[in-house]
């Protein structure tokens, strides 16, 4: 079998905190309620509204990234708006995968709305969670056994030659596998995560075999491919 049903773990339980809303005069009239009804009479592109219990951090570095107002986030302002956040040094091949990942599949655009980032945000909560559980000597960096056991508690059983062969993307120039910082683990990660839900779409079944046409084959794995400079 090619990888486990098990889902990934949940986002972390935030605090009660993280469930007051605001609605402070400037905000996006898309982002809050409005009026005694508290339904707002707008929704922004493909997205709508944040989801309720946003924490007003996550509203806040999208707002601040949001630099023409779009209601929408692309490359750049993503990799701005997650540095507002605590995750400075994505790279932007990491970053361009992350948007093709987490994009409305109704949005032909590589772009976030609010409901996608704030799923990318958990999400990212949640890897980086793992990686530090992982990270046992505290050095900031991951093994590759400690990438498969992580990969594996994530869901993702990976084969050690498939396994090998991601992690060899990541070499030094000399032909030794480093060890992966939270940037190069995300990655990893993500890759990995993102073929894997493009397969699950065609073996509904779970049974870790699916039939793909050329042009199907070729639609999941080219825009992974083409991440890479």
């Given at each position: 079998?090619?990888?486990s049903n098990a889902h990934a773990p949940s986002a972390p339980e935030l605090p009660e905190s993280f469930g007051h809303q605001l609605n402070e005069e400037g905000r996006y009239s898309y982002a809050y309620p409005h009026g005694a009804s508290g339904q707002?009479?707008?929704k922004f592109g493909s997205s709508g509204m944040f989801p309720p219990e946003t924490h007003p951090d996550i509203v806040r570095s999208f707002e601040s990234a949001?630099?023409?107002r779009s209601g929408f986030l692309d490359e750049s302002e993503l990799r701005q708006a997650l540095s507002f956040s605590g995750y400075d040094g994505i790279s932007h091949r990491t970053?361009?995968?992350l948007v093709f990942?987490?994009?409305?599949?109704?949005?032909s655009l590589l772009r976030l709305g609010p409901k996608e980032y704030v799923e990318l945000w958990n999400c990212l909560a949640q890897w980086r969670a793992k990686f530090d559980?992982?990270?046992r000597d505290k050095s900031g960096t991951m093994s590759s056994l400690e990438l498969r056991d992580a990969f594996y508690q994530l869901g993702y059983m990976i084969p050690s030659s498939v396994l090998?062969?991601?992690i060899s993307n990541f070499d030094d120039g000399t032909g030794k596998t480093v060890d992966l910082c939270f940037d190069t683990f995300l990655e990893c990660g993500m890759i990995v995560k993102g073929l894997t839900?493009?397969?699950k779409e065609k073996d509904p079944g779970y049974t870790g075999y699916a039939t793909l046409s050329y042009d199907v084959f070729m639609s999941m794995v080219i825009p992974f491919v083409a991440s890479y400079d």
């Open positions: 079998m090619a990888y707002s009479n707008q949001d630099r023409d970053i361009r995968v990942i987490y994009k409305s599949p109704a949005d559980r992982h990270d090998q062969l991601i839900e493009k397969f």
